[in-house]
């Protein structure tokens, strides 16, 4: 039977496009089958190698078996015989004999064809489960996705496939996917992508059908307790604590209140967005009791401005930035603090950390080369005796720092610090903000809640302690030896 494929496989070789597309299907078959062996063995693992596995090499087997029969039509074209004369010259008699012919050819077309369909197969099934991966979405085009990977891989959700959230369940769903991937394709061979990648992705499938697959709106409940720590800029790079009381709620069960009301069955909550980015709300509106709608309209908008977009508010209007959470260079700093990431005992380091990142530096690799400098240049320059003793703290520091630019700051593609806000809390102007302010009126003139407490209770502001707010000093009980003997002994037990 070998000796018969082979046969048939010379007869086909026509001449050089058949020839090509022989050559083709066999050294792409032969190339992806030991690059497949490699990457189960883990000895390839490269994005770009997965690339050619599994989308190059399926790809040339493709077009060597289209080039076969395309050489063979252009070679009875050129001749002018018939086919039947072509075949008989061309294959060997023991396929062409009068009363096996038929069966012969039939049979080694047959086998032929099956073993395409298994090879496409199998290279499809495994590309899809290749495309899949984490690693392909952020590191196969790494010049353009280089910056959601760098921040997706230091995030809440750095163990979820991207498909989870970008794709979702259903045929439906992933053919949409491979559509908007091939567009994605020829963006990047001609250069046609936009820098930033504009945000939001109004590809994303509902959050019902993604995010709610293991948040349940219904489990949201009660409240929650958070401390907020912010370092100063003077020398001693001085913590003060604010803590809140976050009213999480769900809105279900007739517990409508707190933050997540807005998401509860009951409570659907509509608004028109005059941007693309949907940080410009023209009006909002919730349902009512009665099933009806109350619309509050934006009194800094004309009535009559054209609404970009009209939208069922879901858990990604606030959560925009779930994953790929890009960070503000004075929170950034911070939370390496609180990690113990920097060492607080260096002098003034919160201010000159701040200074060194928030300069407009030409690319990245200046970037990182002018933190060094800053720091090492200011600590030199302020004490050069404890630049000295030091130095260990201060080069950790700088490669902290330069972590801090390197997650957040990525000029090729034009994301820079406030590139992509974050709609959760008050970190900018936008956020709960959009809606809940004192233009957004119903007819009335009422505005749409905006009291603070509705979300929230704050239990401390900027405090020296995380827990002042449980033993409070007052003036008429000032803190005497017991007081402080408490609170002391509670401090204690929380850092247990």
């Known amino acids: 039977m070998r000796q018969t494929i082979t046969n048939f496989l010379r007869g086909l070789a026509s001449n050089w496009i058949s020839k090509a597309g022989v050559v083709l299907?066999?050294?792409?078959?032969?190339?992806?089958?030991?690059?497949?062996?490699?990457?189960?063995?883990?000895?390839?693992?490269?994005?770009?190698?997965?690339?050619?596995?599994?989308l190059g090499f399926p790809s040339i087997f493709v077009i060597g078996l289209l080039l076969i029969p395309f050489g063979w039509w252009k070679y009875v074209r050129e001749t002018g015989r018939t086919t039947r004369d072509l075949l008989n010259e061309r294959f060997p008699d023991d396929?062409?004999?009068p009363k096996a012919f038929g069966a012969k050819l039939i049979r080694t077309l047959a086998i032929l064809t099956l073993v395409n369909i298994v090879i496409l197969g199998a290279a499809s099934t495994r590309m899809l489960h290749f495309m899949d991966q984490a690693?392909?979405?952020?590191?196969?085009?790494?010049?353009?996705?280089?910056?959601?990977?760098?921040?997706?891989?230091?995030?809440?959700?750095?163990h979820v496939k991207c498909v989870d959230c970008h794709v979702g369940e259903g045929v439906g769903a992933l053919i949409d996917s491979k559509i908007n991937g091939t567009w994605q394709m020829i963006s990047v061979t001609f250069d046609l992508y936009e820098r930033p990648i504009p945000a939001p992705v109004h590809q994303l499938r509902p959050a019902r059908e993604?995010?709610?697959?293991?948040?349940?709106?219904?489990?949201?409940?009660?409240?929650?307790?958070?401390?907020?720590?912010?370092?100063?800029?003077?020398?001693?790079?001085?913590?003060?604590y604010t803590t809140l009381n976050l009213k999480v709620g769900s809105g279900e069960n007739g517990t409508a209140s707190g933050i997540h009301w807005h998401i509860a069955?009951?409570?659907?909550?509509?608004?028109?967005?005059?941007?693309?980015?949907?940080?410009?709300?023209?009006?909002v509106e919730a349902r009512q009791p009665d099933g009806s709608f109350k619309r509050y309209q934006n009194r800094r908008y004309d009535a009559g401005a054209p609404v970009h977009e009209e939208r069922v508010l879901d858990c990604i209007d606030c959560h925009n930035r779930a994953t790929h959470i890009y960070e503000l260079p004075d929170k950034?700093?911070?939370?390496?603090?609180?990690?113990?990431?920097?060492?607080?005992?260096?002098?003034?380091?919160?201010?000159?950390?701040?200074?060194?990142?928030?300069?407009?530096?030409?690319?990245?690799?200046?970037?990182?080369?002018?933190?060094?400098?800053?720091?090492?240049?200011?600590?030199r320059k302020y004490d050069s005796q404890l630049a000295g003793m030091r130095l260990d703290e201060i080069d950790t520091a700088i490669a902290v720092v330069q972590e801090i630019y390197r997650r957040n700051i990525h000029p090729r593609m034009n994301v820079n610090w406030g590139a992509y806000p974050?709609?959760?809390?008050?970190?900018?102007?936008?956020?709960?903000?959009?809606?809940?302010?004192?233009?957004?009126?119903?007819?009335?003139?009422?505005?749409?809640?905006?009291?603070?407490?509705?979300?929230?209770?704050?239990?401390?502001?900027?405090?020296?302690?995380?827990?002042?707010?449980?033993?409070?000093?007052?003036?008429?009980?000032?803190?005497?030896?017991?007081?402080?003997?408490l609170r002391q002994e509670f401090l204690q037990s929380f850092d247990d």
């Open 265 to 283: 069955s009951q409570n659907e909550v509509r608004y028109g967005a005059v941007d693309d980015k949907r940080e410009k709300i023209l009006w």
């Open 422 to 485: 974050n709609h959760i809390g008050h970190e900018t102007d936008l956020g709960c903000f959009r809606c809940h302010n004192m233009d957004m009126v119903d007819e009335a003139g009422k505005n749409v809640v905006n009291d603070c407490t509705t979300c929230h209770s704050i239990l401390a502001y900027e405090k020296d302690e995380p827990f002042a707010y449980l033993f409070p000093v007052t003036e008429n009980e000032p803190e005497g030896d017991m007081h402080e003997y």
């Open 25 to 54: 299907v066999t050294t792409s078959f032969v190339l992806f089958s030991i690059f497949q062996v490699f990457t189960l063995l883990g000895l390839l693992t490269n994005a770009y190698i997965g690339l050619i596995t599994y």
């Open 210 to 240: 993604t995010c709610e697959k293991c948040h349940w709106p219904s489990k949201f409940h009660g409240t929650r307790l958070k401390t907020i720590t912010r370092y100063q800029r003077d020398k001693n790079n001085t913590p003060k």
């Open 95 to 97: 396929l062409l004999q």
């Open 332 to 379: 950034a700093i911070d939370r390496r603090f609180s990690e113990g990431l920097l060492p607080r005992n260096l002098p003034f380091l919160k201010r000159e950390a701040l200074a060194a990142l928030t300069k407009n530096y030409a690319d990245k690799t200046s970037g990182l080369d002018g933190i060094e400098r800053h720091l090492t240049g200011f600590y």
């Open 135 to 158: 690693e392909f979405c952020g590191t196969a085009c790494h010049s353009v996705m280089g910056p959601e990977w760098a921040t997706y891989q230091d995030s809440p959700h750095a």
